[in-house]
């Protein structure tokens, strides 16, 4: 890995995280949707895409740096993590 060299540095590292992005969307397809959450303006627009019930859910990414660039994000505009390797709940009534 190229250290000394800042814009050499800075490309490596932008190639590295794109091929780990390829490799965890064959993993998990579901890791590109990011879900956004918006109690207070309940059917806001935020760059092409409108909260629904104050809930936005997307996989584009040039919607998710509209959403996260608005003026009302982290005020009241709040993203929701989603943890998919939690406990599988299996029915006891087999």
């Known amino acids: 890995m190229p250290y000394k060299d ?4 800075r490309q490596f590292q ?4 794109a091929r780990w992005r390829k490799k965890q969307e064959i993993i998990n397809p579901l890791r590109a949707f990011r ?3 918006c109690p207070r303006f309940p ?6 895409g409108q909260f629904n019930g104050g809930f936005l859910i ?3 990414p040039e919607i998710q740096s509209q959403v996260e660039r608005h ?4 005020r009241h505009i709040f993203p929701l993590a989603l943890d998919l390797s939690g406990p599988i709940i ?3 009534e087999k």
């Open 90 to 92: 299996e029915d006891e």
């Open 14 to 17: 932008r190639e590295y995280k």
């Open 6 to 9: 800042v814009e050499r540095r």
């Open 43 to 48: 059917f806001l627009w935020a760059g092409k």
């Open 71 to 74: 003026s009302e994000f982290a």
């Open 58 to 60: 997307t996989d584009d």
């Open 35 to 37: 879900v956004y959450i």
